[in-house]
């Protein structure tokens, strides 16, 4: 298959599938019964009228879906229904900067910690190591994000007062809620570098490798480490997902002003508009991280390529 | 033909190879205790889970409470219990749920091939694209929360994963001798589908819903503690958690006690699913 014939159908399945997002949204927005005004005591007529055509809440269905895709494509969410006056866009724009700080630096300790922890693992196989760094593997895959973070908040900050409790600003704020978010998919690199590395070091290449007799540091970086970025690639997408519906609650936790925070808050809150808003934008966050890491593995594996 | 027959020695040589393994057998035995402990446990306390002590409010673990209780003098271990039975009830029908469906479109997709497989898979592609947690919030939202509402909710796009693994399977052995021979002796399309096919595909679909349990325990308790869970005077591990956690600093262990245990249930969980998976299929095992 060719790069632009898989580029435009990809593409396509990502313009398709954000469509598909945004109808659901809207939809289900619409089929709650009631409208935003209707739990204020009692508002005049007049009032009302007005309060729905500010909203174009009296337009006819398709007009407003209409609008809707509209306001979408020019990156205009609507406004918030409980925080008067605010655009939800707005409170993305403030509070994504802080969340992706905080899911940039759970990425880079994942990969960093996972990679290690799995090669380690694949390179000491059958040994204490290896079984030392699988067994902290699978009870980082069992012990839910929001407990780690409690955990740690317990022992590091009430216990022992090395780091901050809670806040937002300085470095010294984010390596719990960093290190709590990226427990589970460090587990899961490590699972899956460690069992791509075996499955590597026992190809014949690598034994013609040794016969040419490269040394060992060589044949790693060369052979082992390269074969093993693809899988922990096409698990980017899923890791994506993951810090990002982690980061809901470390960042209730933590107390950090993030996208996430606002997210829970909009929730307890019922806030349709907003809770719409904000999984959009995640969604669409989500599909272009997915859709850029398969191009990018499209680019790099020829395996790929032959299969698809 | 009689598939049992050939299907009998593949189990026994699994079931000798699980029992060889013995982070699955921690797993198994530990989720035994888990599930007799559920069931029974709340006969040894004479305090139900609902019953409030107001004079006794947050008191630490005892002779009298042996998990302490909570802010309103409930006691933690009747509600612990209560916590197990509500998670696994709700991992193990969102995952048999899962099961049932994902086996069904897996199989039917896997087994016509072509055009309408084709169709199928992408169908599958695009809802998994979709972001699965934040859909089952909104949902959660919108229809108000509670077990079977949050149950709907997982399995509407969990069935996903095991219908690909189902169909991948599937192609995988569609073609093989077996299948011509059955196919030979005069054997209709769908006893092929029941009695080769999908009876061929049972380890995998063991494995898959024993690893697809921790998942839903865990997205339950994610889901109580954002309190989009089961409402109160029920309770499960999530919600206790999520209450426990303002007390943190003056009583950790109502806090504790339901992060210990929903761990240690994904902790066993997990463990005999990579047991089953090495056990079904020896490949691979490295």
């Known amino acids: ?308 | 033909m009689n598939a049992t027959n050939c299907t009998l020695p593949y189990f026994r040589e699994s079931i000798f190879r699980l029992k060889e393994n013995r982070a699955a057998m921690v797993g198994l035995w530990l989720l035994i205790f888990l599930f007799i402990a559920a069931v029974i446990a709340p006969f040894f306390t004479p305090y139900s889970y609902y019953e409030t002590h107001l004079s006794l409010k947050n008191y630490p673990p005892s002779k009298e409470f042996w998990f302490g209780t909570d802010e309103l003098g409930r006691n933690v271990f009747s509600r612990i219990w209560l916590g197990a039975r509500i998670s696994l009830f709700v991992g193990i029908s969102a995952a048999f749920i899962d099961m049932i469906i994902g086996v069904i479109y897996g199989a039917f997709a896997g087994f016509i091939g072509g055009k309408i497989d084709e169709m199928m898979m992408r169908f599958c592609d695009i809802l998994n694209s979709l972001p699965q947690l934040l859909i089952v919030i909104i949902l959660l939202v919108l229809m108000g929360p509670g077990l079977t509402t949050i149950i709907l909710a997982l399995t509407l796009t969990g069935w996903i994963n095991m219908a690909r693994i189902i169909r991948g399977h599937i192609h995988q052995i569609k073609h093989l001798d077996f299948v011509m021979a059955a196919k030979a002796l005069g054997a209709s399309r769908f006893r092929i589908l029941t009695h080769h096919l999908i009876t061929n595909a049972v380890g995998s679909i063991i494995t898959t819903v024993t690893l697809t349990i921790p998942g839903a325990i865990f997205t339950e308790s994610f889901l109580s503690f954002l309190g989009l869970g089961v409402q109160a005077p029920m309770a499960s591990w999530g919600t206790m958690a999520s209450d426990g956690l303002p007390a943190l600093r003056f009583y950790p262990w109502r806090l504790f006690f339901p992060a210990f245990f929903i761990s240690v249930t994904m902790f066993a969980f997990n463990l005999l699913g990579d047991g089953l998976r090495d056990a079904f299929d020896p490949r691979l095992r490295r």
């Open chain 1, 1 to 308: 298959m060719s790069w632009a014939y898989y580029l435009t159908y990809k593409f396509f399945t990502l313009i398709f599938s954000l469509f598909l997002v945004a109808t659901a949204t809207f939809v289900l927005m619409h089929v709650i019964p009631g409208d935003p005004f209707s739990q204020e005591q009692t508002i005049p007529e007049e009032i009302l009228k007005s309060l729905m055509s500010h909203y174009e809440l009296d337009q006819p269905l398709y007009k407003q879906y209409i609008h809707y895709l509209k306001g979408l494509i020019r990156f205009d969410l609507g406004p918030s229904f409980k925080y008067e006056g605010r655009m939800i866009q707005d409170i993305i724009r403030e509070g994504f900067g802080v969340s992706a700080t905080l899911g940039a630096l759970a990425l880079i300790i994942s990969i960093v910690a996972g990679g290690t922890l799995g090669s380690l693992a694949a390179l000491c196989r059958g040994k204490w190591q290896d079984w030392l760094s699988m067994l902290m593997a699978v009870i980082g895959m069992s012990v839910p994000s929001f407990i780690l973070a409690t955990l740690l908040q317990y022992v590091f900050a009430m216990k022992f007062n090395l780091l901050p409790i809670a806040r937002w600003g300085e470095f010294r704020h984010m390596i719990l809620p960093a290190v709590s978010l990226s427990a589970f998919p460090t587990a899961f690199i490590a699972r899956l570098v460690r069992s791509n590395m075996v499955e590597i070091l026992e190809q014949e290449y690598i034994v013609a490798a040794k016969a040419r007799g490269l040394g060992t540091s060589k044949i790693l970086l060369r052979h082992v480490v390269k074969n093993c970025i693809l899988p922990v690639l096409s698990y980017l997408g899923p890791l994506f997902a993951s810090i990002i519906t982690g980061s809901f609650v470390i960042e209730k936790i933590f107390g950090i002003p993030g996208l996430g925070g606002w997210f829970v808050m909009s929730i307890t809150n019922r806030d349709y508009t907003m809770i719409m808003g904000i999984t959009l934008f995640y969604s669409a966050i989500l599909m272009i991280a997915v859709f850029i890491v398969d191009l990018l593995s499209f680019s790099i594996d020829p395996r790929i390529r032959r299969n698809q």
